[in-house]
């Protein structure tokens, strides 16, 4: 049986990416390690810290050391210590938003980018400046942030607070852009909301898990 660990920087998906994986790829193994630490660490900071980067690093070494296949991360904020630990282990790490990118970027040029942490402003839109540049395309990125619904999610508890301003952005962020890109995986509770939409509105944890399945070969 294949083992798969996911790296969680707080509780807020952690239902949801573990019933994907029962869902979609059920006969994986998947254990969590969970460092609420990082993202408060990210959300004081206001992006990463080599700190951050350094325990991304050592959890990947170290899972890869008790047998694991896969490593995913959570969290697109810790995307630079996720680059990093690729080039520290054999197995692969998929980013949860590594499909979701690459989906918005075959979908149009002018792509928008709705966050609830300003900490995944800047890794969300290097990631798709990447995927861009390889796939031979410019694009716009225009950044939506609703500061503080992290907070009001996360410390508040209040998912509808949370997700009508979310909700908010994003209808202005359709207006404006070909695609649009959740940048937080927290943000996918409010899909039953979208489902007339001007233009594709984009969530990662599903495709991510479903790029995990197509690495594994399963």
Partial sequence: MKK????HTSMVSFDVLNGLFNEIIPEVQVLNIVDEDLLDTLNRNRGITKSIIKRVCQYAVEAEAAGADLLFSQCSSTSEGVDCARKMISIPFIKIDDAMVEKAVSIGRKIGVVATAAATL???GA???TVAAKAGKEVKITNY????????LMKEKNREKHDVL???LIGKAEEENDVVVLAQGSMVTILPHLKDTKV???TSPRLGVERVRKVLGL
């Fill in 200 to 202: 594709p509105v984009l």
């Fill in 4 to 7: 798969v660990v996911i790296i």
């Fill in 122 to 124: 800047a890794p969300t």
């Fill in 145 to 152: 942030l609703a500061d503080g619904a992290l907070d009001i």
């Fill in 127 to 129: 990631n798709i400046r």
């Fill in 166 to 168: 979310v909700l908010e």
